[in-house]
């Protein structure tokens, strides 16, 4: 099996490229790079694609996922949710482990890895949880889960109240060389809130989730990560304090990394005047300042990944008063329209940076660049992602590939059409 796709724009951080290239591929493999692509006799055979000058990047990867499988089925599978991911340009996700049952044992795992493997869409990585039964008391068993393919592991949704249980996490995994996947809110302070505290929330009268919430544990399991060498991972930041910490944290040598969504970096709490739940997510949408300080963090290199909590509901769940409404949107279908259009054409950060923060970036900070993902360097799976930017998606029904359709992008129109993803050299998405 051999293709090689010619005249298209390479952008590839990872190789510091941006340019015209061509790029052969055998066996799915990247097996050439530039013109030599075009004159190497082993694609003298291979199938012919013409990029026409479109852009032609990594695989996207995406490290935060929620596919409903097992057991919440209606909202998504993990077979719609391979499909979203592709049609969105994402050729690798990890999901997270708030499944019901959750993801503590090899025999979730090896469910959720086989159904995967039937969609045969996007490479799947499952997340383990960090406590059994993610109920914040007691350690899952990391290695064996690890030997089964969890790449990480997260208590996502259910914040680890216990700092004696989530050191202990963080020691043992320092070891294993993975990270913990931390959704950091301190129960107490947020309550019963369910949107940003602040001047909108007082307006509205709404019960609000202060800052604090989320910047006291961020403060805390940095703390941990330091003195246990733990690699701490830092899911969804919303807030100028969390990303302030993370930032010195980096610069004192602390193994931390972080992600940042598009809708936290696209929309303010203010949207909840609509008192539409599809504004409605944890953590929710923050103040202007928090919004700018997130622009400011992925541009100075604070951030490492962009991720799109992929948080699929069914129309009950949403379609009904702010206050009991699930929390969460999908987001994979619209996450690369999103960065292109608010962060790259908006001159908030080069588009190089933001093929890094959606490829390469995720890809070192879950080691999966050790699997040759999130690079077209020769030798590396032929994991890529074929783009239009001048073309223009509308968010529509007829766009959104999920089960779901719980997004406040409704009607937005976009720029950035993804014309094909490739896993293995093998067409995944697109005609």
């Not at 012919?48 to 996922?65: C, R």
């Not at 090899?106 to 383990?128: H, K």
């Not at 003195?227 to 993370?246: D, E, F, P």
């Not at 690369?336 to 001159?347: A, S």
């Amino acid at each position: 099996m051999s293709l090689l796709v010619k005249n298209v724009r390479v952008v590839d951080p990872t190789q510091k490229l941006d340019g015209l290239s061509s790029l052969l591929i055998l066996d799915g493999k990247v097996a050439a790079l530039g013109a030599e692509a075009e004159t190497d006799s082993r694609g003298a055979d291979a199938e012919v694609l013409d990029g026409a000058g479109k852009l032609l990047v990594p695989g996207l990867i995406d490290l935060h996922v929620h596919f409903r499988e097992p057991g919440q089925t209606a909202k998504e599978s993990i077979g719609s949710g391979s499909q979203a991911a592709v049609a969105g340009g994402f050729t690798a996700v990890c999901a997270m482990a708030n499944t019901q049952p959750v993801n503590d044992s090899v025999g979730v795992t090896e469910l959720m890895i086989s159904r995967a493997r039937a969609a045969n869409l996007c490479r799947y990585f499952p997340l383990g949880t960090v406590t059994k039964g993610m109920a914040g008391e007691e350690l899952a068993d990391y290695g064996n889960l690890m030997s089964a393919g969890c790449v990480a592991f997260s208590d996502d949704g259910k914040s680890i109240m216990n700092a004696a249980i989530m050191r202990r996490a963080l020691k043992y995994t320092a070891w294993l060389e993975v990270p913990i996947v931390a959704h950091e809110e301190d129960t107490h302070l947020m309550g019963r809130g369910y949107m940003n505290e602040g001047e909108t929330s007082a307006r509205l009268g709404c019960i609000g989730i202060p800052a604090a919430a989320e910047e006291v544990m961020v403060a805390r399991d940095i703390m941990l990560a330091e003195s246990t060498g733990g690699h701490l991972h830092l899911a969804h930041l919303s807030t100028k304090g969390s990303l302030r910490l993370v930032r010195e944290a980096k610069q004192n040598g602390i193994r931390v990394t972080c992600e940042v969504t598009p809708h936290h970096f696209a929309l303010t709490d203010k949207e909840l005047m609509k008192f539409d739940s599809d504004y409605k997510m944890n953590p929710p949408l923050r103040s202007q300042a928090d919004l700018d300080a997130i622009l400011e963090a992925l541009a100075d290199g604070t951030v490492d990944a962009i991720a799109t909590d992929h948080a699929p509901h069914t129309w009950d769940d949403k379609e009904c008063e702010l206050p009991i409404a699930a929390f969460g949107i999908i987001g994979l279908e619209t996450a690369l329209p999103l960065t292109l259009d608010l962060l790259v054409n908006k001159q908030v950060i080069s588009l190089s940076r933001a093929i890094e923060l959606l490829s390469s970036g995720p890809a070192r900070t879950f080691r999966l660049d050790q699997k040759g993902l999130g690079s077209l360097a020769v030798g590396n799976p032929a994991d890529f992602t074929l783009v239009d930017l001048d073309a223009r998606i509308t968010v529509d029904r007829a766009f959104i590939q999920s089960k779901s359709f719980n997004t406040p992008f409704k009607g937005w129109t976009l720029p950035g059409k993804v014309l094909g993803t490739w896993v293995e050299g093998r067409r995944v998405w697109g005609a």
